[in-house]
């Protein structure tokens, strides 16, 4: 028996590891390669595709979850459960009862999403963070910072948006800035999470800080800064001697910014600086009102597909954690909070109260700060990462018990 809950937890570990690399590193090779022609998109999105057959691959171990948690962590997990229930079977039956234009439409991206959150959460409850991990990670950091700062030097342009790079035949299969930012800002929290010297960790935090604000991903940017210096803080004891090798680092980084600001300032990731002036987040402000409008009148329950019967598509939804209240109602809005408040502050709690904790714990202490950020001021229930705290707060408990 034991050997078989072995070669089990071993099977999922490799998997959950192996598409760890696949979807995020992965993924933007893939749609770089595309988008540039070096490649057709035999893959489509490459996102949905992937998540979809690792959950294939997982199924019939999926039955076998309960077993793997323990005591402490099944009211959590309860909740997990109830919420998903909830949201399919409320939005299945408006799918149902409600013909009007727009309601298929919004049915169906709450399905993909709900399926791409639940591959990530299995992911991040089974996956092995190990050192041929972190060296993959690690190479995929250094390499794509060296290449966006040949393509900086090179173009002068201080964004890359590989989509605007491919042809018509192949432009909708290539991502937005936002699938490279989820790509970036996991790959980078690994590694900071599995480093454990400060020099390193500051190189490779500068470098990821690089990466996000070339992509031109505000949110992730301001989340990796947040959530790299809050990890820096708690993961390392630092003396005095270390607390000015730090603040000499800081300054130069200032130096350096100051003097490169005009050439910094044209692009996207600059914009967090100057959101008055964002024709991007005057455009969310507008969304915010209608959705807030939606949840005035349907206070209880929601207003189902409001996002598109009234905003007209499906990225018309309000950019924060206030879009499950108004797509879903006040009991999916509480729970979800619930879900994504509670593994923070515990881990925050464990990190101030024990001491050195295990990668995968910090990880999903990093994570979970960038999750907690992002849902309160530009992201919604369509983002998919939440799930990948869900389950790294679940494992990292069960590893706790254990």
């Given at each position: 028996m034991n050997i078989k809950k072995k070669l089990i937890d071993d099977y999922l570990a490799y998997i959950s590891s192996f598409t760890i690399i696949l979807l995020f590193p992965g993924f933007a090779l893939y749609n770089t390669l595309v988008a540039y022609g070096f490649i057709t998109p035999i893959f489509g999105g490459f996102f949905g595709l992937f998540s979809v057959i690792y959950l294939i691959l997982v199924l019939p171990m999926l039955l076998r979850l309960p077993v793997f948690l323990d005591n402490k962590s099944l009211g959590y997990f309860i909740i997990l459960i109830f919420l998903y229930v909830y949201i399919f079977l409320f939005s299945t039956t408006n799918y149902l009862l409600d013909s009007r234009a727009g309601i298929e439409d919004a049915y169906f991206q709450i399905i993909e999403t709900m399926t791409l959150t639940l591959a990530i959460f299995f992911i991040g409850f089974f996956v092995d963070l190990n050192q041929k991990i972190y060296k993959i990670l690690l190479y995929t950091i250094l390499v794509s910072a060296a290449l966006l700062l040949f393509y900086f030097l090179k173009t002068g342009q201080v964004m890359f948006y590989a989509k605007s790079f491919a042809d018509?035949?192949?432009?909708?299969?290539?991502?937005?800035?936002?699938?490279?930012?989820?790509?970036?800002?996991?790959?980078?929290?690994?590694?900071?999470?599995?480093?454990?010297?400060?020099?390193?960790?500051?190189?490779?935090?500068?470098?990821?800080?690089?990466?996000?604000?070339?992509?031109?991903?505000?949110?992730?940017?301001v989340g990796l800064v947040l959530s790299g210096t809050l990890l820096l803080l708690l993961r390392f004891k630092i003396n005095i001697i270390q607390f000015l090798k730090l603040l000499s680092f800081c300054v130069l980084g200032l130096i350096v910014l100051y003097f490169s600001y005009d050439s910094f300032s044209g692009g996207r990731g600059a914009q967090v600086f100057d959101l008055a002036n964002d024709t991007s987040?005057?455009?969310?402000?507008?969304?915010?009102?209608?959705?807030?409008?939606?949840?005035?009148?349907?206070?209880?329950?929601?207003?189902?597909?409001?996002?598109?019967?009234?905003?007209?598509?499906?990225?018309?939804?309000?950019?924060?954690?206030?879009?499950?209240w108004a797509g879903f109602g006040l009991i999916s809005f509480i729970l979800y909070v619930l879900l994504c408040f509670i593994p923070f502050f515990h881990c925050i709690l464990i990190a101030l109260k024990d001491k050195q904790q295990t990668d995968k714990f910090y990880f999903c202490l990093s994570l979970s700060s960038v999750v907690v950020l992002l849902i309160l001021f530009s992201k919604s229930f369509f983002w998919v990462l939440p799930g990948f705290v869900w389950g790294l707060y679940l494992s990292i408990n069960r590893s706790r018990v254990k």
């Amino acid at each position: 028996m034991n050997i078989k809950k072995k070669l089990i937890d071993d099977y999922l570990a490799y998997i959950s590891s192996f598409t760890i690399i696949l979807l995020f590193p992965g993924f933007a090779l893939y749609n770089t390669l595309v988008a540039y022609g070096f490649i057709t998109p035999i893959f489509g999105g490459f996102f949905g595709l992937f998540s979809v057959i690792y959950l294939i691959l997982v199924l019939p171990m999926l039955l076998r979850l309960p077993v793997f948690l323990d005591n402490k962590s099944l009211g959590y997990f309860i909740i997990l459960i109830f919420l998903y229930v909830y949201i399919f079977l409320f939005s299945t039956t408006n799918y149902l009862l409600d013909s009007r234009a727009g309601i298929e439409d919004a049915y169906f991206q709450i399905i993909e999403t709900m399926t791409l959150t639940l591959a990530i959460f299995f992911i991040g409850f089974f996956v092995d963070l190990n050192q041929k991990i972190y060296k993959i990670l690690l190479y995929t950091i250094l390499v794509s910072a060296a290449l966006l700062l040949f393509y900086f030097l090179k173009t002068g342009q201080v964004m890359f948006y590989a989509k605007s790079f491919a042809d018509d035949n192949a432009t909708e299969y290539v991502s937005t800035y936002q699938g490279y930012a989820r790509s970036a800002i996991i790959t980078s929290l690994i590694v900071l999470s599995m480093t454990n010297r400060l020099a390193r960790y500051l190189f490779i935090y500068m470098l990821s800080i690089f990466i996000l604000f070339i992509l031109g991903a505000r949110s992730e940017f301001v989340g990796l800064v947040l959530s790299g210096t809050l990890l820096l803080l708690l993961r390392f004891k630092i003396n005095i001697i270390q607390f000015l090798k730090l603040l000499s680092f800081c300054v130069l980084g200032l130096i350096v910014l100051y003097f490169s600001y005009d050439s910094f300032s044209g692009g996207r990731g600059a914009q967090v600086f100057d959101l008055a002036n964002d024709t991007s987040w005057e455009a969310r402000k507008s969304l915010e009102q209608i959705g807030l409008n939606q949840i005035i009148q349907h206070p209880i329950l929601g207003y189902f597909g409001g996002h598109i019967l009234e905003g007209g598509s499906r990225g018309s939804y309000i950019h924060n954690v206030l879009s499950v209240w108004a797509g879903f109602g006040l009991i999916s809005f509480i729970l979800y909070v619930l879900l994504c408040f509670i593994p923070f502050f515990h881990c925050i709690l464990i990190a101030l109260k024990d001491k050195q904790q295990t990668d995968k714990f910090y990880f999903c202490l990093s994570l979970s700060s960038v999750v907690v950020l992002l849902i309160l001021f530009s992201k919604s229930f369509f983002w998919v990462l939440p799930g990948f705290v869900w389950g790294l707060y679940l494992s990292i408990n069960r590893s706790r018990v254990k």
